[in-house]
Each structure stands twice: as C-alpha cells, then as structure tokens.
C-alpha cells in the first residue's frame, strides 16, 4: 500500500518534471543552448509569489499571475543582456554555458541576499485531502496534477496548432525555413524564452504552494529538467514527457526501496546510462551518425 | 611495385538506404599523382573517408601495401603514415605555425606521458623544432613561423596543413580539393611542391579530389572519374579527361 | 601572522588544483565538473587509511594517490564517450553521485558528521604541529607538483593535448589518438587532486562532504576561468586571485550572514564578464569554446 501510495505521489511529480522537461528543452531544442539559468528563473518565480502574495497581501490567482509574468521578463532580459550579445560576438558553447551558469550564481544569490537562505512556506496551515480508496491525495496534489499535466497537453495541443509555436519546434532543426515562412528569428528567441520562463515559474509556483520555497531549489529543477530531456530524447515531446515521467518514477521507487537521499545520484545514474547505451534518449528513434 | 600501393576493392558505404559509394574499385599507384574527379555529391569525399577510417564500409576492403587497413580508426591508418588533407583544412588556430608542424614530428613512444621526464626529451624537441623549420622553409612559410596559425591566409593555412603531412611523414597523401580558394600564385607553388613530393620520393602516393581541370591535366598521371558513387571512368588524365562522354557527364551536369 | 600562513597553505592547496585540472581543461580543452569529487576522495581516503590501518602520512598520501587513480582511470571510459555538453553533464553525474556516496555511506565516512581528529602529518619521525610547520609542508608538496608537471607541461604530450583541445578530427587524422592521450591526462589529473584532499585533511583535521560539493567544482574551474589555463601561470594567477578575493572581502566589513551570497555573486559576475570580455582569463592561453 505504501508503494501505492509512492507511486500516486510519482504521478504528481511526474506532472512537474514534465514541465520541467519541456520549459527547458524548447530553449535547447531551439535555440541549442543549454540554459542553465532556467534554474534562477524558476527561482524567481517562486520568489515573486511569495512576495506578492506573502509580504504585499495580493490575492492568490494575481501573485501567480504576477510571478509568472515577472519570470517571463526575467528569461528575456537575460537573453536580450547576455546570451544574444555574447552569440552576436560568436560565442561558442562552452562560453555560453558558463555565462549561463554565471547568470544563475548571481541571480540565485540576490534572491537569498534579499530574503535570506532559509526555507519560506507560502501557504500556511495543513493542506485538506481526500481519499481514492486507500490512497490520500491531498487537494494541492491534485491541483498540481491537473494544471501540470493539463499544460503539458495544452502545449502539445500549441505545437500542433499553433503557426508560432510550430516554429519555435523546428526552430532548431531548419532555421532557413523561418525566414522563408517569414518568421524573425529574434522574434522567436524571444517566444522561446517567455514560454520557457513561464512554465519554469509556473512549475515552481506549484511547487512552492506546496512545500515553500529556498533560494537553491533552481539547480535541482533544472538538472531533473535537462536529465528529463536527455534521457527521453531531444527528437519529440512525448519522449520528453517520457523521461520526466521515468525520472519521476525511479525516484518513487527509489523512496520506498532506499531512502530519498540518493535520489540525485540515481537520476545522475540513469543518465549516464543512457547517454551510454541509447545516446539518442530512451523513447527517441535512432538518428544516423551522419545527422548528428 | 603493386604491393606498394594503395588498393581498395569492392568499397560500398550506404546511408539509409543512400548508395554513396557504391562498388568502388581502384588502385593508387607510388610516385604518382592520382586525380578523382566527379560531380558534387559523386562520394568522393565519403571516399576519403572511408579510407582514412573515419566511416566504416559496409563491404569491400583497403589495402594498403600489403596490409588489410579496412576499419581502423583515423589515428591508427595515420600511424601508417597515411595523410590528409580537409577540405575545410582544419589547422590548429591557437597554436603557432611551427607548433602545428611541431607536434607532428615525434612518435608514438615520445608523445606518451613518460617521455616527458626522459634526459633525451629537451634533445628530441630541440632537433624537432629544427626540422620543424626545415619543413616550413620548403613550403615556404618560415617567415611565418612563430605566427598564430588562425591569422594565417587560407592559402597559407593549405600550405601548413601540407607541412604538417610531410612532418608526419606521410607516405599517402590524400588530398580533398588542395587548390579550391587558392590565389593563381599560391596554386602554382602548392602543384610544383606537390610534384616535388612525389619525384623526390617514388614510394610516395597523392590523391587529389579535384575540380579544377587545368589541375588535372598539369598534375595527374591517373585520373578516376566518379558519379553516383561509383567510378564510371578512369584512366591517363588527358584520355579521361578528352574522352567525349566524361566532357558530356561533367560539363553537362555542372551546367 | 598565522592567518596570513594559513592564508598562503589555501593558496597553495588551490595551486595545486589548478594545476591538475588544467591538464583536462586548459590543454585538453575538456570542461570537467568533477574535479572536487577527486579532491574529496583524496580527503576521505588518506583520512581512512590513516585511521583504520595506522598508516603514517606518507604512506597514506601514496594509497591515496593510487586509489583515487583508480577510480579517475575508471570514470573516464564512460566519460571519454562523449564532447561538450555531455562530456560536463556526465562528469557532473559524477561529482553527484561521488559527493552521495560520501554523504550517505555512513558506516564508511560517517557522512554528514565528518571524521573528526585526523592526526597532523608525521615525516620520518618528525611530528608536524605548528601552522609554520604544515606550511613548510605544503610547500614542499608543491615544489614537488612543479618539478612533476612543468616538464609534461613542455613535452610533446603538452603539444598532442593542444592539438587535440583545437581540433580532435585534426589531430587523430595526424595520428594521435584522442581518448588515449584524454584518458592519461583525466587519470592524472584526478590523482593529483588527491594530494591537497591529503594535505587539507590533515591541515584542518576535520573533514566531511560539504566541502567537496559541486559548488567546489564550480569553485575549482572558475579559477581556471579567471585566472586561465593552458599554461602555467594562469591557474597559479588564478588561485591566487580567488584565494585571497574572499580574505579581502572580509575587511569590507560585511555581516557574516550574507558574505557567502555576496561572494558567490561577484563570482558569478566575474564569470560572466570573463566570458564577455577575456575568455582566456588573466593570463591563460587557452580560450573557452
């Protein structure tokens, strides 16, 4: 019953992976760039909440609001100050990855600077649950269950849909296209980053709701997001969601077989492994050696 | 004088079901000059690559002096002093012009680790760094030598990967479009040099993929025409190259 | 005085990171996030073997030399796989999953209690106890280091790293075979990491795994970042820098509750505006790709 149980909670976790997952792999996948910043960025938007909802008393649904949309300007103005300048100067990859990766250290570290390193609870007071049989859901559980996994479909729904978002996907693997689709390409980069943004902030209010937030929860989230990429595949968005899930579901496991203290290590495992024995990802086809 | 050269039998490589070298028989003779010679995409390059061992072949063999080379990876095929030439060039930007020649020049023993400690060694990279100039003096980029090798020209940059081939000591010295970008002056330096290599040491063997016919005609003694993956034409430059269908496939598929 | 003597032992301990992390990053050309796993393992191992099997230091240093060899050795055949992006996730997995093993193996390193009461170094019977004295040692450990790397440094191993840091495809087509020559300087690198794990485990006489994080790798290769590699006075340059940059922070006078946060951030900056400005940091020769 106590797997049961783990394997519910998987479930919920599973829907934030997901987001996570997708949040950052439409900066890689497009752009192919790998974002470490997207970790401060879902910091922040934690942060944004709490203080609007925490310390200025707006109602709920308008700090989350709020948080979303002041993320979505943060992703942006990262990219319009940093990244797009230092690629204009022709930085390669390892450059950016350590702009990146500073980025994130200052961010971060303003956050806990104005608020402090400790944990802060966002909402008070014990969540109410209700019952699927013997298993407890408690009714945050389900809102992160639905509203997760109800965007990551929404946005499945978007990519097939939706002429800009058909872009930003194919974005990274025929950028000549746009041009001749009449797309501008910074344009895009913009789209690319507000809808990362919005979805890291939207994971991680979710998240804070839940169990509050800490300055140093961006790095956890955006390593459970890139190895949920990695592992399931860059090629589509179900092996994205596919990896997530995975990620999500080792880690139950790994709760009620071991203890929740190596659950880093084992999600770092199972991307070794794959990048070692199906490079490709786990539910990605196999690409010829010529396309890489 | 067979067993010296360099053979490759049946070669077949497919991508997906894309034949890019299909069946593809021919031998490079020493002291020679061999063109291959084709429309884009002919697989003349994937030729290349197969035999430097950076693809693999689905069927065939190489051969070379004797010695069944098919599928070894690229540093090992270079250990057996087969070179070559990136159409894309490929020298090493950060370090100088003698260091790209330099670290070509020492052996499998003195690259290793443990040599580092040797007495000998300040003797070995002394006498290197010595030849090192010899070479740079023969393709005539000594004045250049202690220059970063990215700020070289694009001519200049062939004429050190070139230098780097001979440092190596290459005995094969495959070459992927050696005069493309090159001014008329640093074309006629690099085919003089070429003929050198090849009248100066008759074990020697020069592949060139080439487009330039004028190229052909003054260097080639043998020239394979490729198409589709496969060679439809071969034989001395001036025959192929004069024979009325190769004018019509070449002429009329790059019109 | 002392805190100046403890002061130049830290910098000598970093130097000495530098320098082994050089091989990998500055002319191997490989961005390796793993390097303070190497460092902790040196820690945890001189630290054990001294403990559990009454081995004097020297000894201890030299077991630890080997184990951490060994597992460096080991790492690097999934490692050396890839380039680039995965070649820092996969050694990121590693420094993870080393940094677990510490923290959570708890019948071995005791995990986040530490190991307390490492005993100060003995050497040929002469018992180090003052900070002068460690100091002295240290040196001598880097002494060593220097004779030891300067002349792989200048040789023509240096040279095959370079070429293949600049262009792989290049320099295997020239004969020198890439994942030989990384797996030497990765095996190397990671064993010389051991050293100041040895040296600062029994300098503080305490160790336990918050101090070799992924905070410390990021640590470890923003001096190189800052400082350069691919040389030899880059990552001297660098240690120095980032050794003493926090020390002079100190006199500004900062509450001791936010100093970490502000130091972290003028890290980050100055990683930022390394990559903006000098990619090759102060006096490196190599230039982040």
Known sequence: MLLLQILLNGLVTAGIYALLAIGFGMVYRSLRFFHIAYGAVYTAGAYILYVFYCKLGFPLVIAIFLGIAFSVILGILMDTIAYLPLEKKGATAGVLFIASLGTYIVIVNLIALLFGNEVKVVLEGIQPSFNIGPLILTRLQAIQFIVAWGTVLLFWLAIRKNLTVKALWAMGEAPVLLKVLGFSWKRLRIYAFGISSAIAALASILVALDVGIDPHVGMHAILTGAVAMLVGGMENYWAWVGGAFLLAMCQALSIWKFSARWQDALTFAILILTLLFRPQGLFSPLKRREER | MMNDGLMIKGLSKSFNGFFAVKEVTAIFLPGRISALIGPNGAGKTTLFHLITGELKPDKGKIIYKGDDITGLPPWKIAKKKIGRLFQDVRIFKNMTVLENVVCSLFSSKEESLFFSFYPKKRRVMDIAFEKAKDLLSLVGLRKEENRRAGELSFGQQKLLAIARLLALGAQVLLLDEPTAGLSVSMRERLLELLKRIVAEDNKKIIVVVEHNMSVVLNIAHWVYFMNEGKISFFGRADHVLGAKEVRELYLGLSA | ?289
Request: hydrophobic share 55%.
């Open chain 3, 1 to 289: 005085m002392n805190y100046l003597v403890h002061i130049a032992i830290m910098i000598e301990i970093y130097i000495m990171l530098a320098l082994s992390l050089n091989l990998v990053l500055g002319f191997g050309g490989l961005m390796s996030l793993c390097h303070a796993a190497f460092y902790g393992i040196g820690a945890y191992a001189t630290t054990l073997f001294m403990l559990h099997f009454h081995v004097s230091f020297l000894p201890a240093v030299a077991f630890s030399l080997a184990f951490t060899a060994v597992i460096a050795f080991l790492l690097s055949f999934p490692a050396l796989r890839f380039r680039g992006d995965p070649f820092v996730l996969v050694t990121l997995g590693f420094q993870i999953i080393i940094y677990a093993i510490l923290y959570n193996w708890i019948s071995l390193t005791r995990g986040p209690y530490g190991i307390p009461g490492i005993p100060r170094p003995e050497i040929f019977g002469f018992q180090i106890t003052s900070i002068k004295e460690y100091f002295v040692l240290a040196s001598v450990f880097l002494v060593i280091i220097f004779i030891f790397l300067i002349p792989i440094y200048n040789s023509p191993y240096g040279l095959t790293l370079k070429a293949l840091r600049e262009d792989e495809i290049a320099a295997e087509s020239l004969g020198k075979s890439a994942f030989r020559s990384f797996l030497t300087a990765f095996v190397l690198a990671g064993a010389l990491a051991s050293i100041p794990g040895s040296l600062y485990a029994t300098y503080v006489t305490y160790i336990d795994p918050t101090s070799f994080t992924i905070d410390e790798s990021i640590f470890q290769l923003t001096i190189l970042l800052v400082g350069g590699s691919g040389n030899l006075k880059g990552p001297v340059a660098g240690a120095i820098f980032m050794v003493v940059l926090p020390e002079a922070l100190r006199f500004l006078g900062l509450p001791s509750s936010i100093a970490p946060n502000v130091r972290q951030i003028i890290y980050g900056l100055l990683l930022i505006v390394f990559m903006f400005f000098r990619p090759q940091g102060f006096l490196g020769e190599y230039k982040v790709r």
